[in-house]
């Protein structure tokens, strides 16, 4: 299982590709959710999400294995951190997107000079097809979320909160497959056990709620959440796990108030954040939080949205 060892190394391994991210403040914010809100912003991180941590310790360790080649299955911030990685290591990487992606998501690949191959609508079109490429071409394909070494790099993130600020309450993450919040409640919690860790879901995409009820993986049929980057049906294999040892609490939010959430912090902090993120802004504006006058951390996962899409989700 993942330590806390496994990502201090992490944390060495990728300095060199990553920015350290501020946390931002806003007193209109602590007001409204009667709580110290810290963003910990990696939509100020580089490729604008925090993707761009696992894929940097994940793809420096398949290069020292002697790699020349990755691939992944992904149009959008996996896609894109792996692109980025790839080109500051100077490897070739292909990035295989659906049918429908955007030309803004796939132009940012393109302009990491990745090559792009278009397959199918589905997950489970492309992730059998980057594989095989990954395969012939004697390459390695880059998982988004269930893998150690991914798990690791996103935990980094968890590191430098607790470089960052001391007295922290609680850690606000929102979960996708799991990555994020399984490397980040490891260093947490091997760190610290009384800070609380805890996760986010739309409604729509509670499937990892539902796992935790059930006490074993679980699967939903689909979700068309605006939170784009929490579409995954079910947690990981390795990721759940560590979920089930480490995550205090998942609460759920709508999809109106994941909008309501996304233009407060426009508005009033200047700040475009993606949909996912906003997800753990709502949880603190909508009261699901346990206590008040805590210090909270929530996690800012990333800030990629396409201006197409910018109407839809701001709410007036
Ligand atoms: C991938 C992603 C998530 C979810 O991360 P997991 O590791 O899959 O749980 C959340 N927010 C953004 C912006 C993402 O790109």
């Known amino acids: 299982m993942l330590t806390k060892q496994n990502i201090m190394e992490a944390q060495v391994r990728i300095a060199p590709y990553i920015h350290p991210t501020p946390l931002l403040t806003s007193c209109q914010l602590n007001a409204r959710c009667g709580n110290m809100i810290y963003l910990k912003s990696e939509h100020l991180q580089k490729t604008g999400a925090f993707k761009i941590r ?28 792996v692109a980025y990685i790839a080109q500051a290591l100077g490897i070739k990487a292909k990035i295989v997107v659906p049918e429908d992606a955007s030309a803004c998501k796939v132009g940012a690949i393109e302009g990491y000079n ?9 997950s489970s079109d492309r992730i059998p097809r980057a594989k095989a490429i990954a395969e012939a071409e004697n390459g390695v394909f880059i998982p988004p979320y269930d893998d150690p070494l991914i798990m690791a790099g996103q935990g980094t993130i968890g590191l430098e909160i607790l470089q960052q600020l001391d007295n922290i309450d609680a850690v606000i993450v929102p979960i996708g497959g799991g990555g ?25 995409a509670n499937d990892t709620y539902l796992s935790l009820q059930n006490g074993a993986i679980t699967a ?12 995954t049906i079910q947690p990981g294999d390795c990721t759940f796990p560590i979920v089930q040892k480490y995550v205090d609490e998942i609460v759920l ?21 993606e949909p996912s993120s906003a997800t753990v802004i709502a949880a ?33």
């Open 180 to 204: 994020l919040i399984s490397g980040i409640a490891t260093a947490i919690k091997e760190s610290n056990p009384a800070i609380k860790v805890i996760g986010v879901e739309p409604v729509s």
């Open 114 to 122: 990745s090559t792009v191959e278009k397959c199918g609508y589905l």
């Open 284 to 316: 603190c504006m909508f009261n699901k939080l346990p206590s008040e006058g805590k210090n909270i951390v929530a996690v800012i996962s990333g800030g990629n949205v396409d201006m197409a899409d910018l109407s839809k989700i701001i709410k007036i």
């Open 54 to 81: 696992g894929a940097a310790n994940k793809i420096t360790q398949a290069v020292a294995d002697g790699a020349n080649y990755v691939t992944a299955a992904s149009s959008g911030n996996h896609g894109q951190a």
């Open 220 to 231: 939903i049929a689909g979700t068309t959440t605006i939170a784009d980057g929490l579409r």
């Open 253 to 273: 939010v709508s999809e109106e108030e994941i909008k309501e959430a996304f233009t407060f912090v426009l508005e009033r902090m200047k700040q475009l954040i």
